[in-house]
């Protein structure tokens, strides 16, 4: 693969604009940047990265993109540790059995996966959420146990794809265990960093990761993610899950078309 200056600035700026969107609207940032690495190389000429590649690629960055969104968000009492702990085991088990076997998956097979995926979840995003926004952080309740079954679920199709699956959680956890928006965001980036872990264990150990375009998105994430957290503390949060919804849905569109 070579490495021209130009690959290096898309690259770059890829892993950037994907992880500043990760940190406002609390998701690892695949949603974005999976399409992004698959489809703009190869638009501008340069080397064409396999989906096996891009899903590498993804989990290693996703790791440190919610590293700095986390942190951003650390002070405010949006970390709700109860769902950080049930859903963290439960999706890092899921992840590292998907990350580890989707070696034996086709190229289609992952951007299959990734398509049902970002489906569900442009699906759920359109769905109204009544008054979640009204109830007191520290009053939160959710059923522990359909969040653990839920978050295996979605770490088993997300180690697939290189996705740490925040963008499915997030709808999941708006909708079906009536988490605030703030707080889900917040929190779905800690249970992303830890789904991370798993995703980016298992595609290493199956050689699907390319080192050094992951470490310019790794890079890359470090410096965007903080800022996206900052920026999102200040936006409203219906226009947060607006924003969430119409990349969610964009995503899956191109896929399908991709399909069809």
């Known amino acids: 693969m070579e490495y021209s200056i130009l690959f290096i600035i898309t690259i770059f700026l890829i892993g950037f604009i994907g992880s500043f969107v990760s940190g406002m609207v609390g998701i690892g940032g695949s949603i974005i940047k999976y399409p992004m690495l698959l489809y703009i190389p190869p638009m501008l000429g340069l080397t064409a990265f396999t989906a096996h590649e891009v899903s590498g690629i993804s989990a290693v960055q996703v790791l440190f993109a919610t590293i700095g969104g986390v942190w951003a968000y650390r002070k405010g009492g949006y970390l709700n540790k109860t769902l950080i702990i049930y859903m963290g085991v439960s999706i890092l088990i899921g992840s590292f059995i998907g990350g580890y076997g989707s070696q034996m998956m086709t190229s289609g097979g992952v951007n299959f996966v990734y ?54 959680l997030v709808p999941i956890m708006l909708l079906v265990l009536k988490i605030p928006t703030r707080m889900t965001i917040a929190t779905s980036l800690a249970i ?13 150990l199956t050689g699907q990761v390319v080192f050094i375009p992951a470490v310019i998105m790794i890079i890359a994430s470090l410096i965007a993610s903080p800022l996206g957290a900052n920026f999102g503390k200040k936006v409203n949060t219906k226009i947060l899950q607006w924003i969430l919804a119409i990349l969610i849905l964009g995503t899956a569109i191109k896929i399908w078309l991709e399909f069809l």
């Not at 009204?134 to 939160?140: F, T």
């Not at 992303?192 to 290493?204: E, H, L, R, V, Y």
């Open 115 to 168: 398509g049902i995926l970002a489906t569900i979840a442009a699906v759920m995003m359109f769905v109204p959420k009544k008054d979640i926004d009204d109830i007191p952080l520290e009053q939160v309740t959710f059923n522990k146990w359909l969040a653990a079954f839920l978050a295996f679920l979605v770490g088993i199709g997300a180690g697939i794809v290189g996705a740490a699956g925040a963008f499915i």
């Open 192 to 204: 992303t960093f830890i789904s991370s872990i798993g995703a980016t264990t298992g595609k290493i």
